[in-house]
């Protein structure tokens, strides 16, 4: 036994190791394996092996003791846990021996946890369940988890659905504050609000949408004058309903952005309100924001005004009907268009045709890429997956839309106190290098140019169209793009070469498109303040980026069960992506995109990170290059598809 002396010594010993060891703050970063990293706050990172692994979640923030490994490789050791952002995850329920334990769909959460007989909530052993973190495995790797509730049986409909829905902790209830606000509303508060209001309800406004859509948030109308067009676009307005900042309003700036989950939307407003109250339906006066602009025969844009208004559509009218009466051909659908109606359509046509050439030769415009629509069945499941044909309907309303939202960005430049902008900063800061060796090899006429400028990124998008090159300039540019970004102040908007950019004309699909109404109510109307935080910007900017990956994750689900039907008849596609393991396929039929590794195929093969090729004994594979592959399988953890390479077919 030691005595009172020694005992003394040991706890000094222990209080002085503490106090000399050196621990480095950072990030714990998961891999699709078992081992991870530290990104530290000094920019390294530090190797995390399993054993360690085990004892966090993806982004905690650590601190780590540096230590050194077989053959000096250092790896981290932790040392205290400082915050764990994890606190709810979804996953499977699953039954080893006499343990029960959720096995977690979170991204680099890859050890089983434990659920306690109390914490179970009755679930059941395959049931897919939503859990809080109860016990953190910092102490000894054993983590415990709780269920919050079940979300369903594997084979239930909609169960993917439900279950990206808790795994993006969206929610799919309105607020109790939120529905009280949405019974005082009525069409009787429409007409209290018409007298104060400018008249519109005889323009022949008519909506363009697909034939189902019922959010119906813009209408258009145009008159031919003097020297062009003036084209008149009216946005619905939820903001004169809704209470500033008011129960719903909070609700719809939590959610950002309606998400179009395949089957079943997840609205950002009520459908009171965005299908019903709000709607630009037809023959019914609704609230709107009118933006009248001149727009000159060159396609350049005037002078212009907004205005708030009462209209009426004239008519709900799709894509596939008003590029049928545009080009001349038979109008199938029944009833024949007044004519005030059909003269504006005329009229819409030119005008959007002379704005499109105008962007062309001072802006940019965005390539049309091949869309496709997901036709679900009983089981919630794609069916089918058929071409969705952009048309000239859908460039009509394209250039209308853009007209009126640089309107919108000039008169929050001009008159708001703070705006709301979309900007975009070009290519990635991080590829500038890159992008320069890549000019100087394979587009020398292009190697004089920055781009890191807004006219040097113009010029390259410009002349990299078409450019004879032995590698596709134009698409590797395109893949090194930043995100387009919201901001309090006027900055350039490189993908689409414009000096400015806002978006208002969805105010009942997204809440900055909302804000930009408040923001423009309080500058040219008399509304009340609404200016944003810095941390309310960048929440919403992450809300709205989560809908997305939301949204793209279900598909990508949808996609996985679908893929056995592919068959293995061989396939033709485009390279659309690659990496060092190997490439993306994009099939031509569908849409579908599908993985081809390396590892699958003769030889060794080697990535050039300026080109974006693979490069091995054989074959090269880069951007754009057509391929024939065939379905392989799905990784279902990874939720992806997998593609082979087609053998070639043998001469008759």
Not at 392 to 397: D, M, T, Y
Not at 482 to 489: G, I, M, P, V
Not at 534 to 556: G, I, K, V, W, Y
Not at 574 to 583: D, K
């Amino acid at each position: 036994m030691l005595n009172a002396d020694a005992l003394s010594q040991l706890r000094q010993l222990k209080t002085d190791i503490e106090a000399t060891k050196v621990v480095l703050p950072g990030t714990v970063k998961a891999t699709s394996g078992r081992f991870g990293f530290v990104a530290l706050d000094d920019g390294r990172d530090l190797y995390l092996p399993q054993e360690q692994m085990q004892r966090v979640l993806p982004g905690d923030r650590v601190e780590v003791i540096e230590q050194e490994g077989e053959k000096g490789k250092a790896y981290a050791e932790i040392d205290k846990l400082l915050e764990s952002p994890l606190k709810t995850f979804v996953g499977q329920y699953k039954v080893r021996g006499k343990g029960h334990f959720v096995a977690p769909e979170t991204p680099g959460l890859n050890h089983w946890l434990f659920i306690p007989p109390k914490l179970r909530d009755g679930a059941e052993p395959g049931d897919f369940i939503y859990c809080r973190i109860n016990r953190h495995p910092v102490k000894d790797g054993k983590g415990q988890a709780a269920v919050i509730r079940v979300l369903g049986k594997p084979d239930q409909p909609g169960i993917e659905r439900a279950f990206t829905m808790a795994q993006f902790d969206l929610n799919e209830e309105w607020s109790e504050p939120a529905r009280k606000e949405l019974d005082q509303l009525s069409e009787a508060l429409v007409s209290e609000q018409a007298p104060d209001r400018h008249d519109r309800t005889n323009d022949p406004f008519v909506t363009i949408d697909s034939p189902s859509t019922q959010d119906m948030d813009d209408a258009l109308y145009a008159v031919p004058n003097a020297t062009g067009w003036t084209l008149s676009v009216a946005i619905a307005d939820p903001t004169a309903l809704l209470a500033v900042n008011g129960p719903v309003e909070q609700e719809a700036r939590a959610r950002a952005t309606a998400i179009y989950f395949p089957g079943e939307p997840r609205p950002m407003l009520h459908d009171a309100i965005s299908t019903q109250l709000c709607s630009l339906v037809p023959d019914s006066p609704r609230l709107a924001v009118v933006c009248d602009v001149q727009v000159n025969n060159d396609g350049s844009l005037g002078e212009f005004s907004l205005q708030q208004a009462i209209i009426r559509s004239h008519g709900k009218l799709s894509y596939d009907r008003v590029d049928a009466v545009i080009s001349g051909r038979s109008d199938d659908e029944t009833g024949a268009l007044p004519d005030a109606v059909s003269g504006s359509l005329d009229q819409l046509h030119q005008a959007a045709q002379a704005l499109r050439r105008w962007r062309d030769q001072h802006a940019l415009l965005s390539a049309d890429r091949p869309e496709f629509r997901l036709r679900l069945d009983e089981h919630r499941h794609i069916r089918t997956i058929e071409p969705a044909m952009q048309n000239e309907a859908h460039r009509l309303v394209e250039e209308c839309m853009i007209a009126a939202n640089r309107c919108a960005a000039q008169a929050l430049t001009d008159h708001s106190k703070q705006g709301l902008y979309i900007t975009h900063s070009g290519l990635r800061d991080d590829r500038h290098e890159n992008i320069r060796t890549l000019l100087k090899t394979h587009a020398p006429t292009l190697a004089d140019v920055d781009p890191a400028s807004p006219d040097g990124f113009k010029t390259l998008m410009r002349e990299s169209e078409g450019l004879t090159s032995d590698v596709p300039v134009k698409t590797i540019l395109s893949r090194q793009l930043t995100r387009a970004e919201l901001s309090f102040t006027p900055a350039p908007h490189q993908g689409m070469g414009l000096p400015a950019y806002t978006t208002f004309t969805s105010p009942l699909r997204k809440y900055s498109d909302f804000h930009v109404h408040r923001l423009l109510r309080a500058a040219l109307w008399g509304g009340p303040d609404v200016s944003f935080t810095e941390n309310q910007l960048a929440a919403l900017q992450q809300t709205q980026f989560d809908a997305r990956r939301a949204a793209n994750s279900l598909e990508q689900w949808l996609k996985c069960l679908y893929a056995p039907q592919l068959g293995d008849q061989p396939m033709a596609g485009v390279i659309s992506r690659s990496t060092a393991s190997g490439f993306f396929v994009k099939l031509d039929c569908n849409g579908i995109e599908g993985f081809v590794s390396t590892k699958d195929m003769a030889g060794k093969y080697s990535f050039d990170p300026i080109t974006l090729t693979l490069t091995g004994p054989e074959q090269t594979f880069m951007l754009d290059q057509p391929v024939t592959v065939t379905f392989a399988g799905v990784d279902d953890a990874r939720k992806q598809i997998q593609f082979s390479m087609a053998a070639p077919q043998q001469p008759a």
